[in-house]
C-alpha cells in the first residue's frame, strides 16, 4: 500500500508558478512510475504529467508541455510539479498518482493505469 499528499496548491494569478508537492509512504518509493493529473469541475481527470520509477524519463501533454515539470527525489520519497506560465484553463484539483511497474522506463498516462491516488489539492489560476 502507498499512501500519497499533496501540498502546494492555491490561488495564483495567470502567468504566475506554483509548485505541488506530493509525499509518499509506505511500501517503498522505487518501482513506482508517478504521475500528475488534474480534474476540473464538470470534467473528466486529465493527464498532466509523468516520470518513470528510476527518474529521467518524462511525458507531457501538448497543453502543458514548455510550462510544467515533473521531477521526484528519491531520498525524500517525493514527486514534484512546478507549474510555470499558470493559465485560467489550468484551474482544477490536482491529483497524484503511484504506478506499481517492472519496467524502468514505462511512463503511463493514463488514468486506469494507476493504483494509488492522493487526496488532491487545489490549484485556482485567475485572469
Known amino acids: 500500500q502507498v499512501q500519497l499528499v ?3 496548491g492555491g490561488l495564483v494569478q495567470a502567468g504566475g508558478s506554483l509548485r505541488l508537492s506530493c509525499a509518499a509512504s509506505g ?3 522505487g518501482n513506482y512510475a508517478m504521475g500528475w493529473f488534474r480534474q476540473a469541475p464538470g470534467k473528466e481527470r486529465e493527464f498532466v504529467a509523468a516520470v518513470n520509477w ?11 508541455k514548455g ?9 525524500k520519497n517525493t ?3 512546478q507549474m510555470n506560465s ?3 484553463e489550468d484551474t482544477a484539483v490536482y491529483y497524484c498518482a503511484a504506478h506499481r511497474t517492472g519496467s524502468n522506463w514505462y511512463v503511463p498516462a493514463v488514468v486506469h493505469e494507476y ?4 487526496q ?3 490549484v485556482t489560476v485567475s485572469s
Not at 510550462?67 to 531520498?75: E, L, V
Open 6 to 8: 499533496e501540498s502546494g
Open 27 to 29: 511500501r517503498t518509493f
Open 54 to 64: 528510476i527518474g529521467g524519463r518524462t511525458y507531457y501533454p501538448d497543453s502543458v
Open 67 to 75: 510550462r510544467f515539470t515533473i521531477s521526484r527525489d528519491m531520498a
Open 79 to 81: 514527486v514534484y510539479l
Open 86 to 88: 499558470l493559465k485560467p
Open 115 to 118: 493504483d494509488y491516488w492522493g
Open 120 to 122: 488532491g489539492t487545489q
